[in-house]
């Protein structure tokens, strides 16, 4: 499973970003989706996921302005951000928990993409 993640980029305190996370096998097949941010020299924390039949959770910090939905036809998930802070700054991530044998999970990394954003 690969998934690329993408949208990052450099945007002033207030505005909006779409980032996405398009999959290289359908989104059905993937039980959950998941963002993360690894803000500079912090550790990475959980934004948003959304599984496969639909349910979204957010990081309890996180429900006011981010959210998470998905193009079934695409295999992409996405994240919008809006009323960007400078706090936002990070590398957002997504991952893909994959449900195997016996209830095994097995979960894929994207290789994050950069948001950026200036006061």
């Known amino acids: 499973v690969q998934l690329q993640a993408s949208g990052g980029g450099l945007v002033q305190a207030g505005g909006s970003l779409r980032l996405s996370c398009a999959a290289s096998?359908?989104?059905?097949?993937?039980?959950?989706v998941g963002w993360h941010r690894q803000a500079p020299g912090k550790q990475r924390e959980l934004v948003a996921t959304?599984?496969?039949?639909?349910?979204?959770n957010y990081a309890d910090s996180k429900k006011d302005r981010f959210t998470i939905s998905r193009d079934n036809d695409k295999n992409t998930v996405y994240l919008q951000i809006n009323s960007l802070k400078p706090e936002d700054t990070g590398v957002y991530y997504c991952?893909?928990?994959?449900?195997?044998?016996?209830?095994?999970?097995?979960?894929?990394w994207g290789q994050g993409t950069l948001v950026t954003v200036s006061s």
């Open positions: 991952n893909a928990e994959i449900m195997g044998s016996k209830l095994s999970r097995t979960y894929y």
């Open positions: 096998i359908s989104i059905f097949n993937i039980n959950r």
């Open positions: 959304i599984t496969n039949g639909g349910t979204i």
